[in-house]
C-alpha cells in the first residue's frame, strides 16, 4: 500500500479509503473535513458473493472478540499510534 499524507496528520487508512477519488480530486479531503473525519470512525465489512459461510463466521469472532477487549484494543491502538 501506497503511504500517503493527507492534512492533519490523517491516517494512512483514511487516506486509502479517499483511493481512487484522490486522484481525481486531490484536494477534496481539504473541501470535505465531515466526510474525512467520519472515514475514521466506520468499519467497512466484506460483502457480496464472494464472501462464504465460513468467512461471516471469522469476521463476527473478530469483531465479538473486539468488542468484549474494547479497552485491551483501544490501549493496543494508541500504542500503534504513537509509533
Do not use: N
Not at 496528520?9 to 477534496?28: M, N
Amino acid at each position: 500500500m501506497q503511504r500517503t499524507c493527507l492534512p492533519g496528520g490523517t491516517s494512512d487508512r483514511v487516506a486509502t479509503a479517499w483511493w481512487p477519488y484522490r486522484s481525481l480530486f486531490p484536494h477534496a479531503a481539504l473541501r470535505l473535513p465531515h466526510t474525512t473525519a467520519l472515514l475514521g470512525r466506520i468499519l467497512v465489512l466484506p460483502t457480496g458473493t464472494s464472501v462464504e459461510l465460513e468467512d461471516i463466521d471469522r469476521i463476527c469472532d473478530i469483531v465479538e472478540a473486539a468488542l468484549t477487549q474494547a479497552e485491551s484494543v483501544r490501549e493496543a491502538l494508541a500504542a500503534h499510534k504513537e509509533e
